[in-house]
Structure formats: C-alpha cells, structure tokens
C-alpha cells in the first residue's frame, strides 16, 4: 500500500449501489483496511428499497442519493469527488492487493484512461476462459467494460463530461469517445468480479446474451431497448 506521507488524497474510490445490504457493508470494510485514509470512498444509492443507505453509510466518506442508473450514479459520485484520480468500481468488484501501486504506475504512464484486467469469481472452468477473451478483446480495441473497473483522471473525465446517461452500454460508448483522444493503460493485475449474472441465467446463454447486446449496440440499436433485452433475460 502507498503511505500518504504528505497526508494529501490520494483518489476517489466512486460505487453506485442498487440494494446491496447483504454484503455492501463488508465491502467497505475491507475496501477502506485495503485502501488506507488517503482515499476518498464515494457511495451512490440509486433508490435502493433495502437497507443498503444505512448499512453503507458507516463505511463510506460520503454518502449521495441519485437517479436510479448507473451512469448517472457514477456520475452524480464524480461530481463531488475530491481526488484528482477517480476510481468506479461495482459493489460486486474486488480491487486488486497491490492497487495503491498500481494507480501510481498508472499516474506515471502518461495516460489518461485505463482499467484493469477481470476475472469471474465461479469455479466454473468456463469463466476463465471468458475473462481472457474479454481482457484480450479490450487490450486488441482499446473498449474497456464496467467489470474491469474504470480509472481515470479527473481533468480527463471532466473533459469528456462523464459518463453518457444512457440505462446501458456506458462504458462502452465512454471507452470509444475516451479513446479518441488517450488509448486505455490496461493493468494485467486483476479484479475480481461476481459471477452471479452467469450463474443465474446459464453461461452459455448470458455469453449468447451479452454478444448479442454488444453487437445490437454497434449497429445502431437504442441502449433502452438493449436495457429491456439485458433485464428481462432471467
């Protein structure tokens, strides 16, 4: 971990949340022993029915109430973000061990974008395979998806005035305008990201799925539309 000898912010670490209370409260516990005080931790509530406001609000530096949406969340937590470096990450995404490190060789890279290579969290021999080829596919074109976790500087993302309030595809459509101007730094340390949409609905039919939506999107198909195919798919 990098020890913030000069007692500055190091980032702001920003998690749109949608009726997490069964794990967001341990999630950041163990974010904050991972991350240290120089750290901003940013929650967005997008109109959760649970009780994650109040099991998250112990655990984070500042608590926002939003639109439901996770584009718009992230961009709600960006807005007050205090840190020059601005980390989204899923509630259901585990940092790498080593990311203090890894934000600093990032800094000095040069670049303004980036994110981090993902794998699935199931047993399942099938998910190993599948985060290969989403991390190779994001390293050969430069998209990066939410899962991998997006990182950015502050400047950079006010440049592109966030995150397009779209219900899906965000970072896809982010990752193209973004790589206009700066190709993504991908990290090879890995998050690790939840399996549950694949083992709810079958992987074959969630890879199926989520091929189809990404192709839908490029030829032109509404992202309300491909949101509906997403969320009613069981």
Excluded at 100 to 122: E, H, N, P
Excluded at 164 to 192: G, H, K, N
Aim: some cysteine; overall charge positive.
């Amino acid at each position: 971990m990098v020890i913030d000898v000069d007692n500055r912010l190091q980032g702001s670490i920003i998690i749109p949340v949608l009726n997490e209370a069964t794990q967001i409260a341990m999630r950041l516990q163990d974010l904050r022993a991972q991350m240290g005080a120089g750290w901003q931790i940013i929650v967005v509530d997008g109109g959760s029915t649970d009780d994650t406001v109040e099991q998250a609000r112990a655990g984070c530096d500042q608590l926002v109430q939003s639109v439901r949406g996770r584009s718009t969340q992230m961009n709600a937590g960006a807005a007050v973000a205090a840190g020059e470096l601005l980390v989204f990450l899923h509630a259901d995404t585990r940092l790498p061990v080593d990311i203090a490190v890894q934000m600093q060789m990032f800094l000095q890279s040069g670049r303004q974008w980036g994110r981090f290579d993902a794998r699935l969290d199931g047993d399942h021999p099938l998910f190993r395979m599948i985060g290969f080829m989403m991390n190779l596919r994001s390293r050969l074109t430069g998209i990066a998806t939410g899962d991998q976790v997006f990182f950015m500087r502050r400047d950079f993302f006010r440049q592109l005035n966030g995150f397009a309030p779209i219900p899906l595809m965000e970072d896809v459509e982010f990752s193209r305008r973004a790589c206009r101007i700066s190709r993504p730094w991908c990290s090879r340390a890995q998050v690790t990201t939840s399996a549950r949409k694949w083992q709810q609905s079958g992987i074959l039919r969630t890879m199926v799925l989520m091929w189809w939506i990404r192709l839908a999107y490029f030829v032109g198909v509404p992202p309300s539309v491909l949101h509906r195919w997403y969320y009613s798919s069981p």
